[in-house]
């Protein structure tokens, strides 16, 4: 069965970092692009950003870039996005996303995060 | 980039057909055929409905189809159950490697 399980939420407080996870099973992943995606409360779902599937190109949305960064350790089955300077806007539900050409077709259950003081 | 247009609502009786559109500009909807729909029941995964416009992935109900014209993509539900009120998004692919969301639509069934 395909799986992808997100973790590495939690409270944190604003302008501190950190870090998600999100392990993959049933699929090979290092034959896949990669995506995360988030859900802010009570809002839809905003595209946050992609890797390839060797980890050697990544693209962000205008407002996380320089502050996010999406890695991936294919051997380890595992999506990274290293989340700095934190502020309340950040506040959601974190998605890890497996791309098929230009399709977002397997989606994890989501790992929360919470900025606040 | 900013968020395709949607409705916030739709409905429909059992039975009945809903149609919810998605409105982005010709940078995105409009130049790409990479639209796809995601029906999201809250507390679960998004789960993928339609991609490249008007294509189902393999368990999809017939029941869900899409289209687009110019700038605007357009979902259809036939034939409404009970399980397909949900919330919605369109997503298109944007050029520069970015993808964009819809805003969401909430389908209610009546």
């Known amino acids: 069965e395909v799986q992808l399980v997100e973790s590495g939420g939690g409270l944190v407080q604003p302008g501190e970092s950190m870090r998600l996870s999100c392990v993959v099973s049933g699929f090979n992943m290092g034959n896949y692009w990669m995506h995360w995606v988030r859900q802010d409360p009570g809002k839809g779902l905003v595209w946050l950003s992609r890797?390839?599937?060797?980890?050697?190109?990544?693209n962000y949305a205008d407002s996380v870039k320089g502050r996010f960064t999406i890695s991936r350790d294919n051997a380890k089955n595992t999506l990274y996005l290293q989340m700095n300077s934190l502020g309340a806007e950040d506040t959601a539900v974190y998605y890890c996303v497996r791309d098929v050409y230009y399709r977002l077709d397997v989606w994890g259950q989501g790992t929360t995060v919470t900025v606040s003081s | 980039q900013s968020a395709l247009t949607q409705p916030p609502s739709a409905s429909g009786s059992p039975g009945q057909s809903v149609t919810i559109s998605c409105t982005g500009t010709s940078s995105d909807v409009g130049d790409y055929d990479y639209v796809s729909w995601y029906q999201h029941h809250p507390g679960k995964a998004p789960k993928l409905m339609i991609y490249e416009v008007n294509k189902r992935p393999s368990g999809v109900p017939d029941r869900f189809s899409g289209s687009k014209s110019g700038n605007t993509a357009s979902l259809t539900v036939s034939g409404l159950q009970a399980d397909d009120e949900a919330d919605y998004y369109c997503?298109?692919?944007?050029?520069?490697?970015?993808?964009?969301f819809g805003t969401g639509t909430k389908v209610t069934v009546l």
């Open positions: 997503n298109s692919y944007a050029g520069s490697n970015k993808y964009v």
């Open positions: 890797i390839n599937s060797a980890g050697t190109n990544t």
